[in-house]
Every structure is written in structure tokens, then in C-alpha cells.
């Protein structure tokens, strides 16, 4: 059987060659090779008339009308050529003359021109679509097919005689130019060795203009007219890296018909009988001949293989295929060395000398023994973990490496039972290094059958360095970097943890959220450094006073929590919220500063206010916000009422959004007269909700909540349009009045206050000096020097700016000396009670004064009554608006009774 194991080698080799096609490279490169190695002239019967650059711009452009195709026909013709084949599309129509003049010029040619068809994809690419000269060429012409094969290697080698389109056959342009064509010949291969660069060219525009010289040239010769110029891009790829233009490689194809070079591929019996001959030759030679001969003989059958097969296609149109003979002969060479070498102790002196340098490279330590456990192999990896030479322990136990100390957690680890433990599974133990250093070792044991018997072997690595990081990041991951405080996840875990304990024993678990107040200052005006100083020293604070079985964590910037079972807090949660609040009493040190900063305590009790972490959290939060919305430097116990509000908070803006969406918000116009005589001067637009289930509801239930949601800026927007609207109409029915609209905080902080308010204005076409802006002194608090350039632009527009609610701020009057108002309304707070309350009545008069030394309009506000108004036209205010004169009303009911004639006499 030894002695047929190369033959078979070689056939399965062939075999897998064959299922793969790999030797049709092989093939083509040889084929190629050969082309390369001859030389033949082309005949000179075949002219090219190129449409090249030169014709293309001397004509001027592109693509050219088809009465200069006509005209080269017939110039043609002149020259008395025996065929014209034009590799130009004529599938398409054209204009009328150009096409009526092309089929003249074929008529005239009396059938001597050939027209191409072609196929090409649709656009699905599922379908071919056969391009044809159109019927009025046809009819005067013949068909040639123009496609070419391109080959998996992107080279055109075959040559087809024509193909059958539609049902019929269709000669290729090449056999109908050389004579040659039958619908049953098989595809030819072109004959690459004929040299292109003597196929004979003229230019198309030479042709076109009758120069005499190019017409002799072509006198008796066969004529293909096609694109050359790069542009048009009819370029193949031809082998020996050549690229040729479309109508060069019909030229080409021709030339291999008109020179019988038509070739074709040797049979599959040729190749199988060469094979089964060089099978013969070896087997009879292969225990005669040495191997240095059987090699010499192989390498001389290739060349006179291969020199037979130039020979044959030189003289004869045929290529020898002789990829599977060389395939053949290479195999057999190397099935040679192979029989001339022992495979076995090759493989293993390799394995040996690989494992070697391996092991001595790993920066890992590798440490192998034999079936005692006694070492081996010691690489320098291992020397620089443990710190031993492998002199010192080479032939010692594996055990003298681990540590033995019976107070570590690892010391039961066993060699004996580690090493027999499945390939690749990891164990850690404690291993000693020289100087006595005991340190966490991660090893994978192996074991294997050698020559010397069962051996083991241990990848090792120093892992000490990850044990210390990744407690590092665990750390990081579970505590706040600043203060050193467990952060809110830990928080979470651990609170979790404690409520299920405390609740098994029937415990409580109080949870306090503490925030600092103002801590937003502290960074702004001694820095983000001072800041996180402040930090530290307000956990280190809470620490203190937090029992130790508490929990003390940073939940984000400027908030902690403190987490503590009720029975060490005596059962008292107010009281230790009020110590914590204590505490911080005495200035904080930070750094080199004292500062008193104050907290602000939101506090929940588990399980009355929740019996998971999230839930108490949640709730501790809410009472926190509460705190420091109502009693900023103190505590707030978590009730369900302070859950509920905020529900019903949330349930109202939504409502607020759908309304908004729905349009149901109203305005309402309450008169504004002047007191002297009763004249109507203005209205003051108040907005209402209509509630499609509650009805009307007051402003007084859904403003503040408006005026600190998202759909303020969007709700004020369309007070002011709708305000200047009404107010634009009124004008245009000859009631010019003021329109008094009340600003939102957010319109001046959005910083496009005078944009909106000019728009609403072009819009609406009501005159500024009609409209009347209403701030009140929150408005103010935000940023006193952007509200002062927002004021002085809609100044320029022309519209007023009153302060509403004057006198109930804190700063009204610094207000009346910064901004540039142009009245004031008295609050009605100070108008209701100005007959019966003497201190009123002297606030209102000392506004009025002020207002006429100012040079501002006073409107006084809540006049519910005649006597109230007589009165404060005797203390010279000027207008007024109250019940007195009318309520807020919708605009029907105002125009109704302030704005028809008898209303309006009736008013006065």
C-alpha cells in the first residue's frame, strides 16, 4: 500500500483541484504566456475609423447627429470599401431629418453596412433587453451582434459566431466582416498574439471631410466605425494587461477568423490520457529512480510538456490545456520530499523546538512537572513572579511555591487535585514568592501523555495587581469619590437590605434626604474648589452626628441622605432631624475659610411610608421639596397629602397641555375708566379656563402652576396675540382703547420678549401706543439688567410698561427708580380697606403723590364701590378698575355694554 500512497496523494489532489476550478487560473496564465511569447501581423483587410478625441472636438459635440454617420457612409463608399460595420447604437430615434438622411445613406449603400443589436439588463436585472437598429435601418442594413463574454476574471478571452435573439440567429459582427459564421460553431477563443498596434486606423473626422490620403487608405478594405476616445468608455480588458477599445476588439475577433486563428481548447480525453501516462511514468519509476531523478525527470517532462504545447498553438489553432499536468508534476515533487522525509520525528523535534520558544517567551509563568508534581520546566516568567532561577527549582516539588500558612482562606489548595482538573479551567490559590511574600496566583493546568511518562503543566500569572483594582473600581462604583460617602446605588442596596432586616424583626427604618441651601452660591462666588471643600466637610459633619449603625451617602451635588433604624434614634424622627439641622449651627472649615451654610430636611419612615428603598427615597425627596419651599432651613416629615398635591399638580398641567391643544382658554375684559368723568380708557385681558367638565375656572387655581410649567412661554404667547387681536378689531370699528396684557416669567426670561411683542403687533395691526404691559416684581427677580434692555426695546416700539401690584413687593420703589415704567396700578389690597383704614389710605395717597413727582400714570385697582372712587378723585388718581364698573367679562358681553352707543352713555 506504501508504495501507491503518492499516486493516490496526486489524484486526490487533481480531484480537489477539479471541484474547486482552480486550475482554470493556471490555464488562462499559460495561454496568456504563450501570446506573449509569439507575434503575428494582422492582416491589413480590416480598418479602423475611429471616433477618437480629435473627431469629437473638432465636430464640436456629442452625441452627434446622425446625418454624419449618413455622410461617412457615403463618403465611404467613395473609397469603394467592400463592408462597413458600425459599432455605433442605433436603437433609438433621433430627429426626423437626421434619421431620414441615415436610412437614405443605407439605401444608397445597397446593403454593404452592418448594424449592431445588443443585449443589456432591464432595470430589474432579472430580464435581458435586446437593443436593435430601428425598422427604417434595419430594412437597409445587416444585423451583427456587438456583445463580447467577460470572463470570473474580468478578462474577454471567447469570441462567439452569434447568438439566437428573440428566436432567430443573430451573427456576431466579427464573422459577418470576415465571412465566417454558422449558427452551430461553438465560441472561439481570440488569438491575442496578433498585435493591435498594426490594425490599420483612420480618423472619423478625416473620413468625414473627404481627405484623399485617408480614402486611398481605405480603398478595397473592410471598414469598422467605432468609439476609440476614453470618454465614451467602450474599453475591455484583454489579457497580458492590455485594454482595448470596442471596435479594436471586434477587429481583433475578426482578424482571428480571416487568419484561420479561430482557437479552441484541447479535449478533456487529450488532458485525461496525458495524466494517465505521467501516472504510468511515475509508477513504474518510483522505486527504481532515486528521488533526485524522479524530481530532474518531473521538472524535464514539464518543459518539453510545455514547449510542445507552444509549439502546437503556433502552428495550429489549439491551446493545450496543461494546467493538470503541471498541478500533476508539482504534486509528485512534493509528494517526493514527502516520502524522503520521517514525518513522525520531524513533527515532533518541531512540536519540541516550538514548545521551547514558546515557553521561554510566554510573559506569563509556565511551569511543567512530571507525574510527581516535580518541576520540569521553569520559564523566565515564572522567575519574575516568584522570584526563583530555575536552577533553584528545577527538580523541586510544585508545592514549594504555594503558601502553607493555615490562617489564609486558600491554603487547602492542592496540585494534586488542581492538575487534574478539565484543560483550561482556572483555579486560584496563594503562592510565596522568594523573599516570603505571600500573594494571589491564577493558574490553568493541563496534562498530557509524553515520552517521559503522564506530565502536567500550569500557565501562572501574578494577579495581584487586578485584585487591588478591581477592589478599586468596586470602590468607585459603590462610593462618592469628594467625601468618600457610599453613593446612591449603595445606598439603595444597602437600604434595601437594612428595611428587609428591620421589618423581620418588626423594626422602622427612618431615611433623611438633607439638602444644602444656597450651595449654588458658594460654588458661583468662591468656586468650584471651595465648593467641594464645603462638600467634605458637610459629610464628615453628618457622619459625626449619624449613630454607627446609620448609613451616610452623597446623592448627588448638594444632596446626602442618611439612612438609621429608628430605635437608635430613640424612636424620635423630628427630634434627630432637628439635631442633624443643629448641627450645622457652627461655621463649617473649609480650607482656610469659616463659612455657615444651612440644610434643608426631607424625612420618611419605612414601612408607613414605603417599603422599598426607591419608594422611601421618592418620598423623602418630596419632603424635601417641600421643606425648602415652605420652611427652607428646617424639616418636613413625609404625609400623603404632600404625594397628593403633587399628583394633583401633575394631573393639572397635564390638563393645562390639553387644553392648550383643545383651545380652551378664554379671555376676559375688565373696563378701566377714568374717575373724573366716567370715560372708558381700556380693558385689562385676564385669561379663564373653560373646563369642558368644571366649567369656568379662576385664574387664581391654574396660573401659578402655568406660570412654572413648560407651556407658560406658549400659554402668554397666545394671550398677548389674542389681547392685540381684540384689541386691533375694536380699533378698526372706531373704538381706539388700551389694551392692558399681564407678563409671564418665562416671556422674559425666553430673551425674545420685544420680538414677540412687535410680531403680535404687525400681525394684528393694533397701534402700539394701544397696548399696555403689565410686570409685576417677580418678573423683576430674575435678571434686573436683561429685563431693563427688554423694556428699553419695547419702549421703542411705542408700548406702555405699568407696574402692577405696587406695594405689596419688597422693592417696589427701587424698581420705579431702575426701570423705565410709565404707570403704576395701587394694589387692591390698599383699595379695599381706604375708607376704613387710615394706614391704607395714607400708603395709596403717597403712591399717588409719588406716581405725579415720577411723571407716572396711576390706575388703582378693586374699586368696589361709588364712595372709593369719589374718594380717590380727591386724592387726584386718575383711573380706576373694580367691580364697580364691571367685572371681567367675555369680549361679546364687554363690547355689548362699553362699546355700542347707549352703553357707552350710559357708562359716562
Known amino acids: 500500500m506504501k508504495q501507491y500512497r503518492p499516486h493516490?496523494?496526486?489524484?486526490?489532489?487533481?480531484?480537489?483541484?477539479?471541484?474547486?476550478?482552480?486550475?482554470?487560473?493556471?490555464?488562462?496564465?499559460?495561454?496568456?504566456?504563450?501570446?506573449?511569447?509569439?507575434?503575428?501581423?494582422?492582416?491589413?483587410?480590416?480598418?479602423?475609423?475611429?471616433?477618437?478625441?480629435?473627431?469629437?472636438?473638432?465636430?464640436?459635440?456629442?452625441?452627434?447627429?446622425?446625418?454624419?454617420?449618413?455622410?461617412?457612409?457615403?463618403?465611404?463608399?467613395?473609397?469603394?470599401?467592400?463592408?462597413?460595420?458600425?459599432?455605433?447604437?442605433?436603437?433609438?430615434?433621433?430627429?426626423?431629418?437626421?434619421?431620414?438622411?441615415?436610412?437614405?445613406?443605407?439605401?444608397?449603400?445597397?446593403?454593404?453596412?452592418?448594424?449592431?443589436?445588443?443585449?443589456?439588463?432591464?432595470?430589474?436585472?432579472?430580464?435581458?433587453?435586446?437593443?436593435?437598429?430601428?425598422?427604417?435601418?434595419?430594412?437597409?442594413?445587416?444585423?451583427?451582434?456587438?456583445?463580447?463574454?467577460?470572463?470570473?476574471?474580468?478578462?474577454?478571452?471567447r469570441y462567439p459566431f452569434g447568438e439566437k435573439l428573440d428566436g432567430k440567429f443573430v451573427p456576431s459582427m466579427a464573422s459577418v466582416i470576415s465571412g465566417q459564421y454558422g449558427e452551430k460553431r461553438a465560441p472561439f477563443l481570440i488569438d491575442y498574439s496578433i498585435r493591435t498596434a498594426g490594425i490599420p486606423k483612420v480618423s472619423f473626422v478625416d473620413v468625414l471631410r473627404g481627405d484623399p490620403a485617408t480614402l486611398q487608405k481605405l480603398r478595397g478594405k473592410k471598414v469598422i466605425v467605432g468609439g476609440t476616445a476614453l470618454e465614451l468608455g467602450d474599453r475591455f480588458s484583454v489579457p497580458n494587461g492590455v485594454i482595448l477599445s470596442g471596435p479594436v476588439l471586434q477587429t481583433l475577433a475578426a482578424e482571428s477568423l480571416l487568419q484561420n486563428r479561430a482557437l479552441q481548447w484541447t479535449s478533456h480525453v487529450v488532458t485525461a490520457t496525458g495524466l494517465v501516462l505521467l501516472a504510468l511514468l511515475m509508477l513504474l519509476s518510483w522505486r527504481r529512480l532515486s528521488a533526485r531523478k524522479r524530481v530532474a525527470m518531473l521538472g524535464a517532462t514539464a518543459v518539453a510538456l510545455e514547449t510542445g504545447a507552444f509549439a502546437l498553438q503556433a502552428a495550429f489553432p489549439l491551446i493545450v490545456d496543461t494546467s493538470l499536468f503541471h498541478i500533476a508534476i508539482i504534486v509528485y515533487i512534493a509528494a517526493t520530499a514527502l516520502d524522503e522525509i520521517d514525518i513522525r520525528d520531524l513533527l515532533g523535534r518541531v512540536a519540541e523546538s516550538r514548545f521551547q520558544r514558546v515557553a521561554m517567551s510566554l510573559g506569563d509563568g509556565l511551569i511543567c512537572t512530571d507525574s510527581r508534581y516535580m518541576i520540569t520546566v521553569w520559564n523566565p516568567g515564572a522567575t519574575a513572579i516568584f522570584g526563583y532561577k530555575p536552577e533553584e527549582m528545577i527538580g523541586r516539588p510544585f508545592d514549594e511555591i504555594c503558601a502553607r500558612d493555615e490562617a489564609l482562606p486558600t491554603s487547602s489548595f492542592s496540585i494534586e487535585s488542581a492538575a487534574h482538573l478539565a484543560a483550561g479551567s482556572v483555579v486560584e490559590f496563594d503562592g510565596r514568592r522568594s523573599n516570603g511574600e505571600v500573594f494571589p496566583v491564577e493558574a490553568s493546568f493541563s496534562g498530557w501523555q509524553g515520552a517521559d511518562g503522564f506530565q502536567f503543566g500550569a500557565i501562572l500569572r501574578d494577579i495581584s495587581v487586578r485584585k487591588r483594582e478591581a477592589e478599586r473600581i468596586k470602590y468607585l462604583a459603590e462610593h462618592d469619590t469628594l467625601t468618600g460617602l457610599i453613593n446612591r446605588n449603595t445606598l439603595h442596596a444597602q437600604l434595601d437590605a437594612k428595611i428587609s432586616a428591620d421589618e423581620a424583626s418588626g423594626g422602622k427604618v427612618a431615611l433623611l434626604v438633607i439638602g444644602i441651601d444656597g450651595f449654588q452660591q458658594i460654588n458661583d462666588m468662591l468656586g468650584h474648589t471651595c465648593g467641594d471643600l464645603v462638600l467634605r466637610a458637610i459629610s464628615q459633619r453628618l457622619a459625626a452626628a449619624t449613630p454607627p449603625t446609620g448609613l451616610v451617602a452623597r446623592l448627588s451635588g448638594d444632596e446626602f441622605a442618611i439612612a438609621v433604624p429608628t430605635s437608635d434614634i430613640g424612636e424620635n424622627l423630628s427630634r434627630f432631624a432637628e439635631q442633624i439641622g443643629d448641627s450645622f449651627d457652627a461655621p463649617l472649615l473649609a480650607g482656610n475659610r469659616h463659612l455657615r451654610v444651612k440644610v434643608s430636611i426631607g424625612a420618611a419612615v419605612c414601612p408607613g411610608d414605603g417599603r422599598k428603598a426607591d419608594e422611601l427615597l421618592s418620598n423623602a425627596h418630596l419632603a424635601l421639596s417641600r421643606a425648602k419651599a415652605t420652611n427652607r432651613g428646617g424639616y418636613v416629615l413625609f404625609e400623603d397629602s404632600i404625594r397628593r398635591e403633587l399628583e394633583k399638580r401633575l394631573t393639572l398641567e397635564a390638563e393645562l397641555a390639553l387644553a392648550a391643544e383643545r383651545d380652551e382658554f378664554e379671555l376676559f375684559y375688565q373696563p378701566q375708566l377714568r374717575l373724573a368723568d366716567g370715560r372708558l380708557m381700556g380693558a385689562e385681558a385676564l385669561i379663564r379656563w373653560r373646563h369642558p367638565e368644571r366649567g369656568l375656572v379662576s385664574p387664581a387655581e391654574f396660573m401659578p402652576i402655568v406660570n412654572t410649567s413648560p407651556i407658560s412661554e406658549r400659554i402668554a404667547d397666545w394671550v398677548l396675540q389674542t389681547a392685540c387681536a381684540k384689541g386691533a378689531a375694536w380699533e378698526r370699528a372706531g373704538h381706539k382703547l388700551r389694551i392692558g396684557v399681564n407678563l409671564s416669567p418665562s416671556q422674559l426670561e425666553s430673551g425674545g420678549l420685544a420680538i414677540s411683542v412687535a410680531q403680535a403687533l404687525a400681525s394684528t395691526g393694533l397701534s402700539p401706543t394701544s397696548l399696555e404691559l403689565e410686570v409685576t416684581e417677580d418678573i423683576l427677580l430674575h435678571d434686573e439688567q436683561e429685563a431693563l434692555n427688554t423694556f428699553l426695546e419695547i419702549q421703542e416700539l411705542g408700548v406702555r410698561l405699568v407696574f402692577d401690584d405696587f406695594g405689596t413687593g419688597f422693592a417696589s420703589l427701587s424698581y420705579l427708580k431702575k426701570f423705565p415704567l410709565d404707570g403704576l396700578k395701587i394694589d387692591r389690597s390698599f383699595v379695599l380697606g381706604l375708607l376704613t383704614n387710615p394706614d391704607d389710605a395714607a400708603i395709596v395717597s403717597s403712591t399717588i403723590g409719588l406716581s405725579k413727582q415720577l411723571g407716572l400714570s396711576v390706575i388703582a385697582e378693586g374699586i368696589e364701590d361709588r364712595d372709593t372712587a369719589d374718594f380717590l378723585v380727591r386724592m387726584g388718581c386718575e383711573e380706576g378698575q373694580g367691580y364697580c364698573f364691571g367685572k371681567p367679562m367675555p369680549a361679546h358681553d364687554f363690547e355689548a355694554k362699553f362699546l355700542t352707543a347707549p352703553a357707552a352713555a350710559e357708562v359716562a
Open 8 to 157: 493516490l496523494f496526486v489524484m486526490i489532489a487533481l480531484a480537489i483541484v477539479l471541484a474547486g476550478g482552480w486550475h482554470s487560473s493556471l490555464r488562462n496564465v499559460l495561454a496568456d504566456q504563450r501570446f506573449s511569447w509569439q507575434s503575428r501581423q494582422v492582416s491589413g483587410d480590416i480598418v479602423v475609423v475611429a471616433i477618437d478625441a480629435s473627431s469629437i472636438e473638432r465636430i464640436g459635440v456629442w452625441p452627434w447627429p446622425r446625418l454624419f454617420h449618413a455622410e461617412l457612409i457615403r463618403q465611404l463608399q467613395k473609397a469603394d470599401v467592400q463592408d462597413i460595420a458600425l459599432d455605433v447604437d442605433f436603437s433609438t430615434p433621433s430627429d426626423t431629418s437626421s434619421d431620414r438622411n441615415f436610412a437614405e445613406a443605407l439605401q444608397g449603400a445597397g446593403g454593404s453596412v452592418v448594424l449592431p443589436s445588443f443585449q443589456q439588463p432591464r432595470t430589474d436585472r432579472t430580464t435581458l433587453h435586446v437593443n436593435r437598429p430601428l425598422p427604417q435601418f434595419a430594412e437597409h442594413s445587416w444585423p451583427a451582434l456587438v456583445n463580447v463574454e467577460v470572463g470570473p476574471d474580468g478578462l474577454v478571452r
